[in-house]
């Protein structure tokens, strides 16, 4: 079998390293190790990496619950206004209560 080798491989020492460049040079490139973050963040990047399509899945899904229940809502408006203006106190009065506790996370303001 015959090699193919090019004109700088051919001129390099067989001591030369194979990068053509003298020893000490550096390229300026991080090492792979390096370039890794490290500790919790390192383990939350690489659990969030080895589980995306779980996540993009899960994401999917609760976006699909929240237009049903907006559908829901619009639908239950239209044929039950009763029911509708029920849901709508039961809403008023969870919203009072995160508020009241500081857990609206809409408003971004915690007490």
Same mark, same amino acid.
């Not at 030369?16 to 040079?25: I, L």
């Not at 009072?96 to 996370?105: V, Y």
């Given at each position: ?18 990068? @053509? =460049?003298?020893?000490? /040079? ?11 973050? $490290?500790? +919790? *963040?390192? &383990? ?29 809502? @619009? =639908?239950?408006?239209? /044929? ?11 809403? $008023?009065? +969870? *919203?009072? &209560? ?14």
């Amino acid at each position: 079998m015959s090699r193919i080798f090019s004109k700088a491989e051919d001129a390099a020492p067989a001591d030369a390293p194979a990068t @053509g =460049r003298p020893e000490g /040079e550096s390229t300026g490139a991080v090492e792979p190790d390096a370039a890794k973050p $490290a500790g +919790v *963040g390192a &383990d939350i990047a690489n659990m969030i990496g080895n589980h995306k399509g779980k996540l993009a899945m899960g994401a999917a899904a609760m976006l699909g619950v929240a237009i049903f229940y907006k559908w829901r809502e @619009g =639908r239950l408006a239209k /044929e039950d206004p009763e029911e509708y203006a029920r849901l709508q106190r039961l809403k $008023a009065a +969870v *919203g009072k &209560d995160a508020e009241a506790d500081g857990d609206n996370n809409e408003t971004g303001s915690r007490q």
